[in-house]
């Protein structure tokens, strides 16, 4: 089982940054996809961006040119970098571990997940 922590989110202004970190407790990163997904009220959970252990990226097209994904394998952390944040960020945003296709297994898991306000 792998516990994912989420942390860094807060109240930011409109085209402020923000970088948010999740900690797995164990190495995973060769075996799992690693993604950052929010949820906004009354809204289905989306992608934000992921990454594969190869260094390969995926991001939401409303993120796209704004936000950034990386890892540390040596911290076990994945990281966010959100900057030009928008109003339409608010949401709280959930780390996402996701088995790759040769791992054979249905299983996920995620973060508990942390605030990001994008308010004046």
């Known amino acids: 089982q792998v516990q994912l922590v989420e942390s860094g989110g807060g109240l930011v202004q409109p085209g402020g940054s923000l970088r948010l970190a999740c900690a797995a407790s164990?190495?995973?990163?060769?075996?799992?996809?690693m993604g950052w997904y929010r949820q906004a009220p009354g809204k289905q959970r989306e992608l934000v961006a992921s990454i594969t252990s190869s260094g390969n990226t995926v991001y939401g097209d409303s993120v796209k040119g704004r936000f950034s994904i990386s890892t540390d394998n040596a911290k076990n952390t994945v990281y966010l970098q959100m900057n030009s944040l928008k109003p339409e960020d608010t949401a709280v945003y959930y780390c996402?571990?996701?088995?790759?296709?040769?791992?054979?297994?249905?299983?996920?898991?995620w973060g508990q997940g942390t605030q990001v306000t994008v308010s004046s």
């Open positions: 164990k190495s995973i990163f060769s075996v799992y996809v």
């Open positions: 996402n571990a996701k088995p790759i296709g040769t791992m054979r297994s249905p299983y996920e898991y």
